[in-house]
T-cell receptor, first 114, second 115 residues
């Protein structure tokens, strides 16, 4: 079965600093990988996704993630944090050809310090 | 832009009461889901629904839970006899006009508080 592990339940960075949120997955077949963001009191919004092709994917709000098969990772980065990036971030995996559902990691709460 | 809508946004109920959470998925989507998120915890899969039947359910989705698509637009989650541990945010999601693509479109959630 597929699974997702997000390292660090809480990450705090200064405004303007690099954001790095870590995600490792487990899947026996090539996965589709997703990052979702959840702002306070809101639902989950797709940030970016990797399905096939280019391993570096760009999403909304300046975020990007790189699929590294050898490391089974899909870390999320943003060069310069903004106060509005404060939110909960969830990595998710879909195992192609498997059960038609997303499996989520436990989430990482990102705090931005002024 | 089409979106998934959920009602109510917040419901408070007494333990043992029945609750129905409602969702209107994106029109023409074929796959429907309920996920839940207990406060401070991960988003957990409950159930998926396709072609008018449950396609998969988690171990959380026991006999107290049921889903229904009573007409062409609504998708409901019923909890027959609520327990304290059912307190959570419940998210409805939908996907796909054809082949499942993995990307889910979520509603804003229904917060259920069981007292």
């Amino acid at each position: 079965a597929q699974s997702v592990t997000q390292l660090g339940s809480h990450v705090s960075v200064s405004e303007g600093a690099l954001v790095l949120l870590r995600c490792n997955y487990s899947s026996s077949v090539p996965p589709y990988l997703f990052w979702y963001v959840q702002y306070p009191n809101q639902g989950l919004q797709l940030l970016l996704k990797y399905t096939t092709g280019a391993t570096l994917v760009k999403g909304i709000n300046g975020f990007e993630a790189e699929f590294k098969k050898s490391e089974t990772s899909f870390h999320l980065t943003k060069p310069s944090a903004h106060m509005s990036d404060a939110a909960e971030y969830f990595c998710a995996v879909y195992r192609t050809g498997g059960a038609q559902k997303l499996v989520f990691g436990q989430g990482t709460r990102l705090t931005i310090n002024p | 832009e089409p979106e998934v809508t959920q009602t109510p946004s917040h419901q408070v109920t007494q333990m043992g009461q029945e609750v129905i959470l409602r969702c209107v998925p994106i029109s023409n989507h074929l796959y429907f889901y309920w996920y839940r998120q207990i406060l401070g915890q991960k988003v957990e899969f409950l159930v998926s629904f396709y072609n008018n039947e449950i396609s998969e359910k988690s171990e959380i989705f026991d006999d107290q839970f049921s889903v229904e698509r009573p007409d062409g637009s609504n998708f409901t989650l019923k909890i027959r006899s609520t327990k304290l541990e059912d307190s959570a945010m419940y998210f409805c999601a939908s996907n796909g006009k054809g082949q499942f693509t993995g990307e889910l479109f979520f509603g804003e959630g229904s917060r259920l508080t069981v007292l």
